[in-house]
């Protein structure tokens, strides 16, 4: 998946915005309702990295995997960068936006909650 795919598939969640913060930060958010589930830095060093939350358990085994490493400032909520998306399995990738975006919504108000229609996704991406 390019980064392109990925930042297309992630502004197609029910109520996803895209947020652009430039300097000092330089990131691009994507959230759902006021919570975050995913951004890309789009500064040098390792421009267009992509970070996301995934649950404990992924979290353990997904920062032994080469190209992962514990988000910066927020390893500790669980949080992982892929520094390379297009080396990363598109499939794979996708299930974990899920979960993030999952995870992000489940954490508002049942009222914000039930704002957003549940629809399933379409993948930007063959699965052959």
Known sequence: MTVEELQA???GYP??????????????TYSVGDKN?????????????????????????????PGVKPARYMGRFHWITIVDVARFPAPYLAE???????????????TRRQAFPAEKRDLPFRQD
């Open 9 to 11: 598939f992630c502004r």
């Open 37 to 65: 589930f995913a951004y890309f830095k789009t500064s040098e060093p390792e421009q267009w990295r992509f970070s996301l939350r995934v649950s404990p358990d992924r979290f353990i085994e997904l920062t032994d995997v």
């Open 15 to 28: 109520g996803a915005t895209e947020t652009l913060h430039g300097a000092p930060s330089n990131i691009l």
């Open 96 to 110: 974990l936006v899920e979960w993030s975006y999952g995870k992000a919504l489940g954490s508002l108000s049942k």
